[in-house]
């Protein structure tokens, strides 16, 4: 009699069940990686920006005018990621006068990055991320997970 190979029924229900626990794993991590790589991308842009601010008080004498009437800036890309096709932040100038400035990156309603909340950075160097997504507070003053 001829001796058949291949794999049975269950050792294929077997490597089904270890494969969907191991994606069932890895995807949520995989999400808060990508997550967290789009922010830092924004809080780049963010960098950006204020360093264009400074090349417009040089020129101009103050930080007033870089923006349009909706906050947009003039003087630097109004979306993060500034390079490449889908964008996840807009940024802002949402203050601007002679002497000082606070630049946010709000994310795109509808994105992915929707619920990961405002990044702010002013004219001191000041840093905060809404990290729960209920306005910036005094526990935000940072851009980490958690702030000091």
Known sequence: MKKQRGFTLIELMIVVAIVAILA??????????VRTTRRADAQGALMGLAQAMERHFTEKGSYSGAADANDVPTIFPAQAPIDGGTKFYNLRITDADATSYTLQAQPIAGSAQASDGILELNSAGQKAWDSGNDGIGTGDMCWKKTCN
């Open 24 to 33: 069932g794993v890895a995807w949520p991590s995989y999400q808060e990686h």
